[in-house]
């Protein structure tokens, strides 16, 4: 990168995470799935598909043409985030079945399967991150042990949301039919193009950006041990317009750009 003191920081201490933040890291593999909303009276549930029972209710996979898949690298985060507050407001626990994401909805039921062990669990998206372009999510300790990922720190996995079922009488006969989910292609969305312990440099970025006419902001994040400043570009409404805006701070030299939303 052309600009000054980048500081690249991975995390690899009491957590075993692969890394929670980083400043330019090596570019996404996989880009994803451009998905729509679901209208309840066409969404018939495929009886192929594996039902997921979570405190009660039923989920399935939702059809790839609907709804949202993604592969890439998973890591995990544990004890310095533990008890600390998530991005939806919640106190993270690491022994819960939860897990953080770039883009997608709060509170997203999302099915991870392993890639190199066959194994699967679900978890529910109620953070942000992980902040390192090539990773597309954090899970917690209890999500890392059961997918097997602990001792090694990441793995290959693909993901996809999952969509409520709910029972309705149709023609006389019982069907399954999906609830209505939040669009996974509409959220607040911004392309991060740095982080830096530095806030001069930070700043100096976020004015150059600005000269450029782009709208910018400067979020802080103290991890505890390091206080980081996320140099983030506003990207918009719309998933898509968000990633035509990373590909063009990509095609700048950010080559660890990435999209988040807020």
């Not at 799935?33 to 989920?59: F, L, N, W």
């Not at 004890?79 to 106190?91: A, W």
Request: net charge positive; aromatic share 10%.
């Amino acid at each position: 990168m052309k600009y000054l003191a980048l500081f690249f920081t991975l995390f690899l201490t009491l957590t075993g995470c692969a890394g929670r933040e980083q400043t330019i890291s090596s570019p996404a593999k996989t880009r994803v799935t451009t998905p729509g909303k679901y209208d309840t009276t066409d969404s018939k549930v495929p009886a192929t598909q594996r039902p997921y029972e979570i405190k009660g209710k039923t989920y399935y996979p939702l059809p790839s043409a609907e709804g949202f898949e993604q592969k890439g690298l998973a890591s995990w985060y544990g004890k310095p985030f533990h008890g600390r507050k998530t991005s939806n407001g919640e106190t993270y626990d690491m022994y819960s079945r939860t897990a953080a994401h770039k883009t997608l909805p709060m509170n997203t039921p999302v099915l991870v399967k392993n890639l190199d062990n066959g194994r699967e669990m679900v978890v529910r998206i109620n953070d942000r991150g992980p902040f390192v372009r090539d990773r597309i999510i954090d899970l917690s300790h209890t999500g890392a042990t059961e997918l097997g990922i602990i001792d090694k720190g990441t793995a290959r996995v693909h993901i996809s949301a999952l969509g409520e079922a709910i029972t309705v009488e149709e023609n006389n006969q019982k069907v399954k039919r999906f609830l209505p989910h939040e669009d996974f292609n509409r959220g607040n969305f911004y392309v991060q193009i740095g982080s830096f312990t530095d806030k001069d440099n930070a700043l100096r970025l976020k004015k150059k950006m600005e000269d450029k006419g782009y709208e910018v902001s400067v979020q802080i994040y103290d991890r505890g041990d390091k206080i980081f400043n996320r140099v983030q570009i506003r990207a918009g409404f719309e998933l898509v317009d968000a990633n035509k805006r990373l590909d063009i701070f990509t095609q700048m030299g950010y080559s660890g750009a990435f999209v988040v939303a807020q």
